[in-house]
């Protein structure tokens, strides 16, 4: 079996996992951060689009679309970049 069609996102797809918990502990410090930000647990000074509701929801937003459609894509491309080497 040879390797699977080289598609032009497999360098990102293997940056990706490579990096994936890295990825996840700045998306989980990105949302703690906002949501610490907009209860007002931490006080920092008005910042447009920093230190707004727009940082909250772009956060929940970033981890919802990582969490729910691009890791899962990753790693099943990842699987059959890995299959297609073990194939030969």
């Given at each position: 079996m040879s390797d699977p069609a080289p598609r032009p996102l497999d360098p990102l797809v293997r940056f990706a996992v490579r990096?994936?918990?890295?990825?996840?502990?700045?998306?989980?410090?990105?949302?703690?951060?906002?949501?610490?930000?907009?209860?007002?647990?931490i006080d920092l000074p008005d910042i447009p689009f920093i230190t707004d509701e727009l940082a909250l929801y772009a956060s929940a937003a970033a981890n919802g679309v990582w969490w729910g459609f691009?890791?899962?894509?990753?790693?099943?491309?990842?699987?059959?970049?890995?299959?297609?080497r073990a194939g030969d």
């Amino acid at each position: 079996m040879s390797d699977p069609a080289p598609r032009p996102l497999d360098p990102l797809v293997r940056f990706a996992v490579r990096q994936e918990r890295a990825i996840e502990i700045v998306g989980g410090i990105w949302f703690a951060l906002s949501c610490a930000v907009y209860a007002r647990f931490i006080d920092l000074p008005d910042i447009p689009f920093i230190t707004d509701e727009l940082a909250l929801y772009a956060s929940a937003a970033a981890n919802g679309v990582w969490w729910g459609f691009v890791r899962p894509a990753f790693q099943k491309r990842q699987a059959e970049l890995l299959q297609g080497r073990a194939g030969d």
